[in-house]
């Protein structure tokens, strides 16, 4: 089904400003945050700063890639400011050849993950507003500088968790018919459509991600701009339903992004991305406290950054590679395989994204469902804060959401959802892959998928407990 | 209207705004003093909180119509809420059960005498689990 001939859905994403209005609102929502972020109480959950980005953006973010796909991106309000300044500054570097990878991004996420359980963000109105505006301050910069949309392509860690997360979406932008794509000589969906009179002058932007339509395979790498829709000159571009994930097998080459399972940096995504799930979610628990003391203990250190540096290594480094190794070499002994090994390690890394976007959505669905409605209380108590009188009426803290025990089924679905779609995207690349001995290739990687599922369970029926620790010792 | 003046009237929006809300938190004049029973608090007895409210010269804000906000850290958490009771002396309280463990974060609301706004607050490191 292609989403944009639908009636009104279709013509409202075909609207060339739609983009724009999503963008002033998320623009609305980002200077909000950030006033009361400066300006308000420090308080986490009485503050819009926190409040907006711990419970209901990140919440959305989710729900938006299960539902449609990248639709963060899409909106995004940093290239609405990037743009601004681009009519001032025109970039002029393209981005180093060398840097064409994802590392700084992987980085810059693991930095994220790392940070907002090292300082605990969720309480920190102000940092948070501070973090939003470095956050525009580097995708301006990063911009400025270098052509295209380096910033999302390379950078921006927010960036990278929805591209590999949006693998699993199911909606895509592809070509309606090949034919017509042939037969094309401009190639505007990524050039873009210049005025004749004055070329200089860019009357459809094409992609500046580099993902030729025609080319293109997946999600990865594509914000949901619509540029390309846009740009066609023979309305050719779809935004169609598809299977989610099973791009995650595609071994063909894709444009701007290349083989798959030609690209660690990549794997290594999919690796923080399904392990750092399981970390951001074991991280919220009383046990985690326990482990951050014993290894505190056993470390002879006081304070929290050197334990949570070590969890980190383990959780994202070491555990990853010793199960993906691990399995590798069992499925080798099973199979009798002793070919190389690498593209398989990087194939079932790539496997174990569904259950990874599972996580999430577990994690972050649970604080968006149970705190659904704290941003009424919130609000009104942000007016008094403007207006020293209660405009608004008094703050509703009784209005927050579902309670966790309504939740907890959801909760389990999706992981159970997750969990089926990488065990079936396992047993799909064992039996192209090894098809004459598909069951012994495929088991150990069914068996560390149902140990990682059995292991996001476990966490989800641990005690929560909000900690803000300074120290450990 | 015209771009710079629509931009203008945008800058100047955000700036009065936060203005507005730095205005707002002008009640560094009176002081809170915070006593918890017991100073431990855990999950299965009520807290005793008091807030004791004093002007900059040391004299007891008496009068003033006061909520107590216990939230959770982690925003989208129910927080506890509960009137305090004016015991005499500037001296407010109010008994509440802290109903999960780990730190918490304590607000006084509402209004002084002659109707300023007031927002004091405070933080309870560690509420303990119930044995």
Redesign the interface.
Known sequence: VDILQLPVVGAVLRWRRIRTLLQLGMLIVA?SIV??G??????????LS??LT??HWRGLLVVGLLIAGNVFCTACPMILARDAARRAIAPRLSWPRGWRRKWIGVGLLIVVLFSYELF?L??LPAATAWLILCYFALAVAVDALFKGASFCKYVCPIGQFNFIASTVAPLEIGVRSSDVCRGCRTSDCIKGQRQEVQPLRVVHRGCELGLFVPAKTGNLDCTFCLDCVHACPHDNVALTTRLPALELLETRRRSGVGRLLQRADLAALAIVFTFGALINAFA?T?PAYAVERRLAALMHVQSEGPVLAALFIMGLVLLPAALLFGANAIARLLTRDAGANRGAVMQFAFALVPFGFGVWLAHYGF?LL??LL?IIPVTQSAA??????SVLGEPL??W??MGPGQVYPIQLGFLILGACGSLALVRTASSRDTPQRSTAAAAPWHALVLALFIAAVWILNL??????LGGVG | MAPEARRAGLIAVFAACCFAFACAKGTSDVTATWTLEPAHPTTDAATVIRVALAHGDGSPVNGARLRLEAHMNHPGMAPVVGELTERGSGIYESRVTLTMAGPWMLAVSGELPGGRRILKQTEVTAVQPSP
């Open positions: 200077v006033i009361h400066l300006f308000g109480p420090q308080i986490g959950p009485r503050n926190t409040v711990s419970i605990d969720w309480n919220m009383s604080h149970t705190g704290t008094i804060d403007l207006f020293g009188r803290w009784g927050t959401g005690p929560m407990d909000m900690r803000g």
